[in-house]
């Protein structure tokens, strides 16, 4: 008998980073917040893009009305997992030094969860320009 690679299967209850990242997009996007993916790249010696441990996606929304100067609005970096997934350390170190300038970061590893905080975070203002 000749042994075999098993094929890998993926449970129906596991939910995946990719899952979870589109449900985080199109309810983003739905709101009017624009994706932007991050990914680390070097090519030895002559070109870098992105930082250690960067988060996944900046979403950005731009508050364009009376109230605000023209280019202002709202930025939310989003590291997106697994439910399983967990932070490698220069994650954790990028994470601690953009909260610390400021920013917002958040870990995305359950979609409802994710949902509740948004809700909280930016309220009935954070629903606008649906559909």
């Known amino acids: 008998m000749v042994a075999t690679k098993k094929p890998k299967v993926v449970s129906q209850n596991k939910i995946l980073e990719k899952e979870v990242t589109a449900s985080v997009k199109k309810y983003l996007m739905l709101r009017g917040w624009r994706p932007i993916r991050f990914q680390r790249t070097v090519m030895s010696g002559s070109f870098q893009a992105g930082e250690p441990g960067q988060a996944d996606f900046l979403f950005v929304r731009y508050d364009s009305d009376a109230l605000h100067a023209p280019g202002a ?58 559909g």
């Open 73 to 130: 609005g709202r930025l939310l970096w989003c590291e997106m997992k697994s439910p399983a997934g967990h932070l490698g350390p220069k994650q954790e170190e990028w994470i601690a030094r953009e909260r610390g300038r400021g920013a917002l970061v958040w870990v995305v590893d359950d979609y409802a969860e994710f949902v509740k905080l948004y809700e909280r975070t930016f309220g009935v203002a954070g629903q606008m320009r649906l």
